[in-house]
């Protein structure tokens, strides 16, 4: 960032981290656990961060692209808690793979 552009910085890891982040905080408000929701709350707002900065220094092409994958993160995520909120609340204690 420090040369003024992203060339070569794939905006991946910033995208999937706030996705990752969300989920997390899902899973923390389902189980009522104060340390993992605030947790992950805080990181959601920081890769959120890195995302709009990553995005203010790439070329409109690629700024595109990356504003495109993050609304998709956020329909596949947005689907996710329909599906959570769905569920038996006794079976939350398995991983969610089993459920």
């Given at each position: ?50 995302v ?33 909120d ?14």
């Open positions: 960032m420090r040369q003024g552009g992203v060339d070569g910085k794939r905006p991946g890891p910033f995208v999937a981290g706030a996705a990752s982040c969300a989920v997390w905080t899902k899973y923390g408000l389902v189980l009522g656990d104060g340390t993992v929701t605030g947790v992950n709350l805080a990181g959601m707002a920081l890769y959120s961060a890195y709009a900065v990553y995005v203010s220094y790439a070329g409109k092409a690629l700024a595109r692209q990356v504003v495109r994958v993050a609304l998709g993160m956020c329909l596949a995520f947005a689907l996710f808690l329909h599906y959570v769905g569920l038996d609340r006794r079976k939350i204690s398995l991983p969610f793979w089993l459920l």
